[in-house]
């Protein structure tokens, strides 16, 4: 028995009662009834917490490796309320939404006709896991706490990691089967939900007709789904299990090209390109760009969440820039590389190779990552960044938030503001996180010393809760009131010194009707924040061509 599990037995007989008769140990949770490959075409998953971009796409994902799924809808205020009325008190915010969502769902589907055993039996949750210093370790014992308190007692909630395993059980085969395909599959619909939501807030605070960005990315999507839910399945498991090395290594290969490749894909990014292209913009309006950063889940969601907060930026005259989900998947990469570097100063002359060949697989699905995500940008027009380099995040934050303090977003907070402001990106950072998260609070206190460092840098951070949006609402109006002051004076130094005048650039565009197009892509190494400012002196510049 090891120290562990030494210690838990331990402890179950120090705080034994009478319910739990001496001598049995500690207590230990019934396991639920497994989701098994039977059950696939029968059972529907459901899964939730991304944007819906991120969602219908990734539903698309799992149906073309065979599952049955929806995903739920943005969680809203009813669903916060559900989530306190069935979950234990002192939960942060996300977890009272997203339990409370998932009640919501199934009691919605109770009052639709079905039974409550007829949904216990026929769906299941789908979620991912962790551990470590924030509530998030414990959301799999609050979900089946709040459906136990709701009525659903027996619903199963499915882990990342906690769904293998079942052929030592009986000789069930897992009916989720988290194996190379299906992380791939996960990772395309990441990084296509990233790239439409990045464009949407790239168009959208320009758009002449209002509503033409939301409407041509809805199509976008569905030619997206489209293309994700069609594409040719891989060879089943079992036909992979009976294959020597060589070919194993070879199998891989090819998968890998598959990822990177992905013609259907590009193709249909292609098509996303031309009917965006033909959304029609106004890029002289000035407006302040605002860096969106904080907790995963709270810069993330559109909903009651975060208090609606990016369609509220945007009516109060700002471009939002989101930080997509890519970067934490790619913050994932840099952590177990930095991890495996710490272990091999410590105990590395015992197998450097396997420490080499680690490090090498690591780094070499960070490059295909990056290579995908690039590719798929460049189909899409070409208007979107890389993603910020890992190593560079880490050398900014690391004086101010260790960069091995691991936990919610770790040091990615602190670093991304810093980049924003050293690199001219935005006008104003705004930190959205849950009430109570340790994390955030702590990535607050390091900020206090970010903010005396760089007194340039407006930056607000904004603790979301149920209820308080009037009050956060109009803490954002007074910063984005310094915002657009700092905007409209770099617009209009930047027009002062290109010598022109407004009236003339408007005139100019008159005759040059691709630059009012949606897909203007920022020239590179401008030091410039605006989108305005940017659009302007590269007209500006034009017109000092003409002959």
Known sequence: MDDCSGFCQSAGQLFQSEEIPPGEGPFR???????????????????????????????????NLGYRCEHLPTPDLAALQTGKEYSNNGQCNPTYFTVGNLVKYLQELQASGLSRQEIIDNYVFLTAGSCGPCRFGMYEAEYHNALRNAGFDGFRVLIFQQTEGYEEDGGLEAGLRTDFDFYLSIIHSVMLGDLLNELGYQIRPYEKEQGATDRALEECAAILYRALREQDPEPPRTSWDSLP??????????????????????????????????????????????????????????????????????SEGAEVRISPVSVWLLYIFWDIKAAYRERFGIKGHRNPLRYLYRMAFITLGERLFLRAYRRFGEALGGTIKQPVDMEELARLGHPYYHSRITGGEGHLEVAKSIHAVQNHECHMVLSLKPFGCMPSTQSDGAMAAVVSDYPEMIFLPIETSGDGEINAHSRVQMALGEAH????????????????????????????????????????????????????????ALMDQRP
């Open 245 to 314: 090395l060589l070919g194993r290594i070879l199998a891989t290969r090819r998968k890998l090209n598959r990822f990177v490749a992905s013609p259907r894909l590009i193709t249909a990014l292609e098509r996303c390109r031309e009917i965006l292209s033909r959304i029609e913009v106004d890029r002289t309006r000035v407006k302040p760009v605002v860096q969106i950063t904080g907790e995963f889940w709270a810069q993330l969601t559109e909903g009651d969440g975060n208090f609606n907060m990016f369609r509220f930026l945007e």
């Open 485 to 540: 002051r700092k905007a409209r004076d770099e617009f209009a130094a930047v027009l002062e010194e290109s010598g022109r005048s407004l009236e003339e650039i408007e005139a100019f565009l008159e005759t040059r009707p691709e630059q009012k197009r949606a897909l203007y892509k920022r020239p590179d190494g401008s030091h410039l924040a605006g989108s305005a400012a940017n659009f302007v002196k590269e007209i500006a």
């Open 29 to 63: 949770r019934t396991p639920p009834r497994p989701y098994t490959a039977a059950e696939r075409t029968s059972t529907t998953l459901l899964f939730g917490g991304l944007t819906l971009k991120h969602e219908q796409l990734l539903k698309a994902s799992l149906e």
